[in-house]
């Protein structure tokens, strides 16, 4: 178990949160790219729109579309990948580990870009195990009761073969465990959860791109804003858990990426396609390992 930071690291740490809430003032433009998220977006014409109680609790806490965007884009930017090259993008459950609760929110995260590469391959084979670890990795973090009947869901219309609403099924899972973040009063997590899943994303989106390398495929890469994002979340963390190894070794890989992250669409290279994917990789596995 991490032990707790000291009140005046907290105290510091609250400050860091201060200066990075005035920055994402600065950012409404940030546009949303791969990352893997538990925030409440609009994701479709025939939804309600939240509420203003809702958006000021949202934005109160940290939580908001520039941090975490919609897994609905998710999808439709991997359907501009098509065909996924699968068996050289997939891996195995997470198992179960002695882990902290800032490291089973990075693990949950990943955990859901994989669910949406199974959905985006359609292997109804791999459905019903996914909704079963899904279920075991929201218990982990106090959500069980929030993903329970999704998991029944995802597995019965997976079996059915019906993606359109396995996707559904995905995005109202998302929206719900955001929503016990928020009742929790755990912004943290929120972003942990989505930094585990845009380095999940990222590999996913590499691996498709450097499978099928062209400069149009490549631009799906190509965003800066998101990868200055995290680096900057990263340094919001109680120095507990900042300065653990696998957080040290997470702030560095994002580092790495940063200015490979940045260049022009049309700047990219395979090779450059090639590092991204490789970095992004060794994350995960030092996530999955709890390295």
Known sequence: MMAFPSPASNQKWRASLGKTARKRSKIRSLPVLIVLVLAS??????????????????????????????????????????????????????????????????????????????????RKNLVESFGRVLLEQARSLGVGDRVMRHSAS????????????????????????????????????AHLISLGGWLRGLEI????????????????????????YFAAELKTLPPTIAHAPLFEKIRAGVKKLQPILSKSPQKLTHADVGIIRTEARELNDAIRRGE
């Open 205 to 228: 989106s590499a691996g498709a791109v450097e499978a099928e390398f062209s400069q149009p495929r490549s631009k799906i890469l190509a965003q800066p804003d998101l990868a200055d």
């Open 154 to 189: 995802l597995t019965d219309l997976g079996r059915r073969g019906e993606w359109p609403r396995v996707r559904q099924e995905l995005i109202t899972t998302q929206i719900d465990v955001e929503q016990a973040m928020i009742d929790l009063r755990d912004e943290k997590m």
């Open 41 to 122: 977006v609009a994701i479709g014409a025939n939804q309600e729109e939240p509420n203003a109680d809702k958006e000021h609790e949202h934005e109160e806490l940290g939580v908001n579309p520039y941090t975490t965007p919609s897994i609905e884009r998710i999808f439709a930017q991997l359907d501009q990948l098509r065909p996924l090259p699968f068996d050289q993008l997939k891996r195995e459950n997470p198992q179960s580990i002695v882990a902290g609760r800032e490291h089973k929110g990075l693990i949950f995260g990943g955990l859901i870009a994989d669910g949406f590469l199974i959905v985006e391959a359609e």
